[in-house]
């Protein structure tokens, strides 16, 4: 199994301004993906990221937004741009073990933007 | 297009009781499935997982959960239910396609009482 360590666990941000979300992995993997949990919601993947190329993003998640950088098999950020009181969210990182059948997932960073 | 169900946001059962938590998938090529659960102001832990062999799988902490294909279906079961099952249940399928993250039901609450 992978061990992901993600940081900040929780932070409250003012509005207008950017959050990086970091995701560090015991392991080198291939894929890395970027979920978001609205308040009460299920998760939502934003975008996945692979290693040297650039992220590709869901349908309604843009890179303005939500920035990603991949430099390594091991370790990726997010970025929350411009925040709105409607980013407010769990953001989580995760990681697929081996192909299709296992993702491991961080303790996810719980945002508040006021 | 792949999609995940869950009936019921909210369950609630008396401890010892039985848990049903209900879990339909649509998919166009045979999937993989799974079930997580989140407790409060935490990540996702897996809890078991199918992937096309038995289809009666038993996971941690005493679940288990069988795949259906006749009905779509894969639905997570405990005999008897403990206070410390309360937590949010979500059900994912990964269809082996392209995309390779995960696809999440809305989640289902779970509720034990004393």
């Known amino acids: 199994s992978a061990v992901i360590s993600q940081k900040p666990s929780r932070d409250i941000c003012q509005r207008g301004t950017s959050l990086t979300i970091q995701c560090q992995v015991d392991s080198q993997v291939t894929m890395m993906f970027w979920y978001r949990q609205q308040p009460g919601q299920s998760l939502t993947l934003i975008a996945t990221a692979n290693q040297g190329s650039e992220a590709t993003y869901e349908s309604g998640f843009v890179i303005d937004k939500f920035p990603i950088s991949r430099p390594n098999l091991t370790f990726s950020t997010l970025t929350v741009s411009n925040m709105s009181p409607e980013d407010s969210s769990i953001y989580l990182c995760?990681?697929?073990?081996?192909?299709?059948?296992?993702?491991?997932f961080g303790q996810g960073t719980r945002l508040t933007v006021v | 297009a792949q999609s995940v169900t869950q009936l019921g946001s909210h369950v609630s059962v008396s401890e010892g009781a039985l848990v049903l938590l209900r879990c339909n998938y649509s998919s166009s090529v045979p999937p993989y499935l799974f079930w997580y659960v989140q407790y409060p102001n935490q990540g996702l832990q897996l809890l078991l997982k199918?992937?096309?062999?038995?289809?009666l799988v038993k996971g941690i902490n005493g679940f288990e959960a069988e795949f259906k294909k006749s009905e779509t279906s894969f639905h997570l079961t405990k005999p008897s239910a403990h206070m410390s099952d309360a937590a949010e249940y979500f059900c994912a399928l990964n269809s082996q396609t392209g995309r390779r993250a995960l696809t999440f039901g809305s989640g289902t609450r779970l509720q034990v009482q004393p």
């Open positions: 995760s990681v697929e073990g081996q192909t299709y059948t296992e993702a491991f």
């Open positions: 199918y992937t096309s062999a038995a289809t």
